[in-house]
């Protein structure tokens, strides 16, 4: 899909501010509401916009310690590489999980409360898991940039 420059500044608005009604984000435009409507909701059909969603602060729900967590598989069958991203999907802790190259297999981005819930996490949930050969955190002691907005 090729997206044009109004399909962009569209794309622009709702990642500052998704509560953007389709008034409020024609008038922003300069268009009619109409042709707004249509052009999100066809940015929604192809995938595009893939939803919409609160951002929360996760130090206000007591999420303090961010950890990045490094996996290298005992077996890297495919069967036994999928086996492990279907059942790490399912732990709640992992915010996001990647397949990397390089010394490990994957990365996981996990939010706990503190350094016993990630300890508990590591060693009850996440080494119950089939084929992992090793582990390596590392803590966040700060974040220094954060975004959601990807630049368009």
């Known amino acids: 899909m090729k997206l044009d420059s109004i399909d962009k500044a569209i794309l622009r608005n709702l990642q500052e ?25 066809r ?9 919409y969603v609160a ?25 036994a590489g999928a086996r492990f991203v279907r059942d790490v999907v399912q732990l709640e802790e992992v915010m996001e999980c990647y397949n990397i190259s390089g010394e490990y297999d994957f990365m996981l981005k996990i939010v706990v409360k503190d350094m016993r ?3 508990s996490f590591l060693m009850n949930r996440l080494a119950s898991l089939d084929n992992i050969g090793s582990t390596h955190s590392t803590f966040v002691m700060s974040e220094i940039k954060s975004k959601t907005a990807l630049e368009i």
């Open 43 to 51: 940015l929604e059909k192809e995938g595009v916009i893939k939803g």
């Open 55 to 79: 951002l929360v602060d996760r130090e206000k729900v007591e999420k303090d310690l961010m950890v990045f967590c490094n996996i290298r598989l005992k077996e890297h069958a495919q069967e």
């Open 117 to 119: 819930e990630y300890q």
């Open 17 to 41: 501010d998704a509560h953007l009604t389709t008034k409020e984000l024609s008038n922003r435009l300069n268009l009619s509401p109409t042709p707004v409507y249509e052009r999100v909701r």
